[in-house]
Structures are given as structure tokens and as C-alpha cells.
């Protein structure tokens, strides 16, 4: 299947890492010298995708900015004969073909997607979470790319969580096909007690979703916190139709969690080429400290 459309849902307000989203987007959150977004960005280009709608909210047009050109800062740059940061810039703002469009209530993800609706038109389409990072030697997307339709209608990226933390998510029941694919015939979003629980394997920032699921999301009422969830919808055609679950491979990084952005700062410093020698040492230095 050859799917060139994704949304990026990344209109919430990171209420997890307040005060510093009061004026900055968390999307926006540097890991080194790359912004969350991009990292999102280039993992769906990577995968084949050539059109991009972020979903905003107000006070988030500074990752209109990062993805525009910059013809002041490009041309200083070229004056300076910084050409090695000059192409860097340039490659930004010609990643791919990318359209935002505001989430002027919020309403929760379900229907974040929904605006997506006219962009998508009749095509399946990669959703990819603004605040999940995966890096991996294949992009988490094209895994899940690569398996469209196999068992179903649409297909998720997922991975075992805790039984802790199960309630933060949403549960699955699944069947293991072969390797890392499941077939996926039903959903709970956020299980509240154990005999709600389906299994630990849970929805993580990546789905391809068929262009039926916003006839769906049209018809779907609000769920758990009074929002209109996504998980909610795909349930639909996993109970009708059933749906594909990959179990990933990657690591991944909750960039709307304190601890997530701070694993994300050290781990990819260390594979960074300009740090990751500095940021070794700094470890070893300061571990003999604690």
C-alpha cells in the first residue's frame, strides 16, 4: 500500500510540563538541536509521505515558523559562508508539502483528526501523535505501512505497557498472528478496573487509519473526559471489519512527560556525532557523584 498522506495531531496544551508550555509549544521542545516536530516530520518522510497536516491550537504558529522559509536568516548565513548550516535550514522548509489547520475547540484527539477530513479525502492516511518520538533504523510509520490491511481495516502501532499504567491507555484484545503483527478485534480506552482490561498491549502514537474513520468520528459521542476519543472510533472497525496491531520496533519517547523529554536528551545525545563523546564523559563524571 502506498499511503502519502499523514496528520499530526498537536494542538494540545502540555498541561504535563507546565510552566514551560505557557509559551512554548511542546512540539517545539528541542532534543539537541532538532525540535520535537521534526523529529515527527522527517520519521513520516522517511516512510514515503509527501503531504503533512498539523493540527494546531492558538499559540502554536512557531512550528508554522520552523517549517516556513527564512529568507533574512538564509541569506545571512550565505553572506557568512555558513553554507553547511544554510542547507540545513533550506531542507526544513522543503521536507515535504505541509498544511496546518487550527483545533479551535478542544474536544479531545478524535476530533483533532476529524479536521482532517477534507485533506484526507478518500485515502488511508498515517496519523503520527505530536508528542511521540521514535527513532529506530526503520521509521515506526513504514513499519505499520508495510502491514496495511493484512488483518482488517487500518492498522496501530503498539507495545506492552505496565499493568500500573494500563489506565492511562488504551487496552487492546489481540491475537498473534506471526512475528510482531497481531490481529486487533477490539478496544477500551482507558480500562478503569481490571475486567476492563483486554490485554497490556496498548496504542503508542502510531495508526494508519482507513478515510471511513471520519464518518465514524462524526458519529461518535464523547468518552472518557468528556472529549471525543479516536480510540473510540477505531474500536468501530475493529469490532466490524478487525484491524491490524504492530508491535513496533523502536524506542520511544513521550515528549509531554518530564521524564520522557529528559531520557530523549540523553539517549539521543549519546548518538548525536557532536555530543555524544562531551555528554559520555559528562555521564561517567557526574554518575560517580550519586
Not at 85 to 95: A, D, Q
Not at 118 to 138: M, R
Not at 160 to 182: C, P, Q, R, T
Amino acid at each position: 500500500m502506498h499511503i502519502t498522506k499523514a496528520v499530526i495531531p498537536a494542538a494540545g496544551l502540555g498541561t504535563r510540563v507546565l510552566p514551560a508550555t505557557k509559551s512554548m509549544p511542546k512540539e517545539m521542545y528541542p532534543i539537541v538541536d532538532k525540535p520535537t516536530i521534526q523529529f515527527i516530520v522527517e520519521e513520516a518522510v522517511a516512510a514515503g509521505i509527501t503531504d503533512i497536516l498539523i493540527i494546531t491550537n492558538r499559540g502554536k504558529g512557531l512550528m508554522e515558523d520552523h517549517f516556513d522559509a527564512s529568507p533574512e536568516l538564509e541569506s545571512l548565513l550565505e553572506k557568512s559562508g555558513k553554507l553547511e548550516f544554510l542547507e540545513t535550514v533550506r531542507n526544513i522548509s522543503n521536507l515535504a508539502n505541509i498544511s496546518f489547520i487550527r483545533q479551535k475547540e478542544m474536544k479531545g484527539l478524535g476530533h483533532a483528526v476529524l479536521k482532517a477530513k477534507s485533506f484526507v479525502g478518500n485515502e488511508p492516511f498515517a496519523v503520527l501523535y505530536g508528542d511521540g518520538v521514535i527513532t529506530g533504523k526503520v521509521p515506526a510509520i513504514k513499519q505499520l505501512i508495510d502491514h496495511y490491511g493484512e488483518y482488517g481495516e487500518g492498522v496501530v502501532g503498539v507495545k506492552k505497557v505496565d499493568a500500573k499504567d494500563i489506565h492511562k491507555y488504551g487496552s487492546l484484545k489481540v491475537e498473534h498472528m506471526h512475528d510482531n503483527v497481531f490481529a486487533c478485534t477490539d478496544m477500551k480506552e482507558k480500562p478503569q478496573t481490571p475486567e476492563e482490561v483486554l490485554s497490556l498491549y496498548s496504542i503508542l502514537d502510531r495508526c494508519v487509519l482507513p478515510a471511513e474513520i471520519f464518518g465514524i468520528l462524526e458519529n461518535t459521542k464523547p468518552g472518557i473526559g468528556g472529549e471525543i476519543q479516536l480510540t473510540d472510533a477505531m474500536r468501530e472497525i475493529a469490532i466490524t471489519k478487525g484491524m491490524t496491531a504492530v508491535e513496533f520496533e523502536g524506542k520511544r519517547y513521550d515528549m509531554g512527560n518530564k521524564f520522557g523529554i529528559l531520557q530523549a536528551q540523553i539517549e539521543i545525545g549519546l548518538e548525536h556525532p557532536e555530543t555524544k563523546d562531551l555528554l559520555k564523559d559528562y555521564i561517567k563524571n557526574i554518575a560517580k557523584t550519586l
